[in-house]
Nanobody, 121 residues
């Protein structure tokens, strides 16, 4: 069984920074694409950033130049460095990973439990 465990959310003032982490635990798997999504109150969940297992990244236009996604394949961990935070970045942030199970030839999409990020003065 694979679990994604997130950490690093909290309350920060506008212009501040936070770093989110998401670690995948379990055995017998490898990870293809990892991503961060967010969902603000009353809004749909939106894609924030993605990173492939080779390190190619993409970010939503709303966070380009402020957020950076990275990963440590040895630790099965993905990070989201968030700088110059704005009140509109307030949301629950979710980690997502496409997990491959080579022994049984299957793949499955997994989600973390979510971590709250609040940007307010």
């Amino acid at each position: 069984q694979v679990q994604l465990v997130e950490s690093g959310g909290g309350l920060v003032q506008p212009g501040g920074s936070l770093r989110l982490s998401c670690a995948a635990s379990g055995s017998g798997f490898s990870i293809n694409v990892m991503a961060w999504y967010r969902q603000a109150p009353g809004k749909e969940r939106e894609l924030v950033a993605t990173i492939t297992n080779s390190g190619s990244t993409n970010c939503a236009d709303s966070v380009k130049g402020r957020f950076t996604i990275s990963r440590d394949n040895a630790k099965n961990t993905v990070y989201l460095q968030m700088n110059s935070l704005k009140p509109e970045d307030t949301a629950v942030y979710y980690c997502n990973a496409l997990i491959l199970f080579p022994n049984i030839g299957s793949q499955r999409n997994y989600w973390g439990q979510g971590t709250q990020v609040t940007v307010s003065s």
